[in-house]
């Protein structure tokens, strides 16, 4: 069975710097996808991030970066220029190639973004 | 911009009592999920759902759950008998491709007494 881990309960960044979220995944697929998704204080659930396994380009969105190593099965964001704004529970997220649709998520990692 | 809607935003609810969870999906969306997150834990899958059938289900889901897409705009997950340890927040998704990114809806928090 897939899992994935995050091993980073809590982090902390000042403003305007940059902060690493590890995400270590365990499956024996070759094909699935990656996810980060931020849940702020209104505990909704929203898309940061999403990467390919079958793409080696790592991918981009804004301020938001993944660093995607499929040998190593990790897969960390990068926050640029933190801002208050980003302040929240991120989740990792696997989706494999089952055809179901099923997200695995991982404990999450509390970001705290300091003024 | 389409957005997943979900009523009521919290539910309280008696230990023993039936409770309906109901979601809206993006319209054009095929694929539709619940999942919960109970307080300060990780979000876990209760159940995918396509084309009028359950696609996958966790162990959560057991005879006590169901799901329904009764017209073509909602989804419901229904509880028959909560228990305490139903508690949680309850999150709708669709997706319009099955490897695609799943939108969230705002969740549903049932506290179960």
């Known amino acids: 069975a897939q899992t994935v881990t995050q091993s980073q309960p809590e982090m902390s960044v000042q403003e305007a710097e940059t902060v690493t979220l590890s995400c270590t995944y365990d499956t024996s697929e070759s094909d699935y996808y990656l996810f980060w998704y931020k849940q702020p204080p209104s505990r909704q659930m929203i898309l940061v991030i999403r990467?390919?396994?079958?793409?080696?380009q790592n991918a981009t969105e804004n301020r938001f970066s993944v660093n995607f190593q499929k040998a190593a099965k990790s897969f960390s964001l990068k926050i640029s220029d933190s801002q208050l704004g980003d302040a929240a529970m991120y989740f990792c997220?696997?989706?494999?190639?089952?055809?179901?649709?099923?997200?695995?998520f991982g404990q999450g990692t509390t970001l705290q973004v300091k003024p | 911009e389409p957005e997943v809607t979900q009523t009521p935003s919290h539910q309280v609810t008696q230990m023993g009592q039936e409770v309906i969870l109901r979601c809206v999906p993006i319209?054009?969306?095929?694929?539709f999920y619940w999942y919960r997150q109970i307080l300060g834990q990780k979000v876990e899958f209760l159940v995918s759902?396509?084309?009028?059938?359950?696609?996958?289900k966790s162990e959560i889901f057991d005879d006590q759950f169901s799901v329904e897409r009764p017209d073509g705009s909602n989804f419901t997950l229904k509880i028959r008998s909560t228990k305490l340890e139903d508690s949680a927040m309850y999150f709708c998704?669709?997706?319009?491709?099955?490897?695609?990114?799943?939108?969230f809806g705002p969740g549903t928090r049932l506290t179960v007494l």
């Open positions: 759902f396509y084309n009028n059938e359950i696609s996958e």
């Open positions: 998704a669709s997706s319009l491709y099955l490897a695609w990114e799943q939108f």
């Open positions: 990467q390919e396994a079958y793409k080696q």
């Open positions: 997220a696997y989706l494999g190639s089952s055809n179901t649709g099923k997200l695995i």
């Open positions: 319209s054009n969306h095929l694929y």
